[in-house]
């Protein structure tokens, strides 16, 4: 066996070969973070924006305290007056989308798993027309699982929530179930923890 073959099958080549790319994102991620800190209403302490995360109207862009917005999300809104609030330690997870056009807030400790979306308005039956924006609200500690799809008429998501993985959420969910489905049920009640 050779020596190189070694290094790699114990894992040190490899962690030898990432660490400078590791280093590189670390300090790609800490920049964008910086740029956005600039450019949105307002970004908390100890807040990370990842490189790739797209943010449409960032001065309607609110961000709280140890959050983490992950790459290639995408927050927009089709008009200039949709708010996103973000409140402390909510995480957004890659390729998710907010559509903030209706104005969306995501309370405390809430977690936005990897490619799921949100509308926050409707235009009827002519994509043409003008948006009609709805609120949203997303309870605290709300946990809203992989591409799971929450569509405008969902006005809120109660607290302590959990949205399964692909579901398509098409009216409010109470506080403390678990729903899935299409479309999205409650399949569960869950303890006020």
Known sequence: MSISYLLRRSGIFLALVRLPFRIMKRIGNKINTWWWK???LRLGRNSLVEMGVSIENPRQVAVGENCLICRDA????????GNLCLEDRVQINRGVKIDHTGGVLIREHSLISEGATIYSHTHGTDPHSIPKGIPKTIGPKVWIGAHALIMENCSSIGEGSVVAAA???????????????????????????
């Open 38 to 40: 600039l450019h949105v």
């Open 74 to 81: 995408t927050l927009v809104s089709e008009t200039i007056d």
């Open 167 to 193: 579901s398509v959420v098409t009216k409010s969910i109470d506080p403390h179930v678990v729903v899935a489905g299409n479309p999205a049920r409650v399949i569960r009640r869950l303890g006020n923890d």
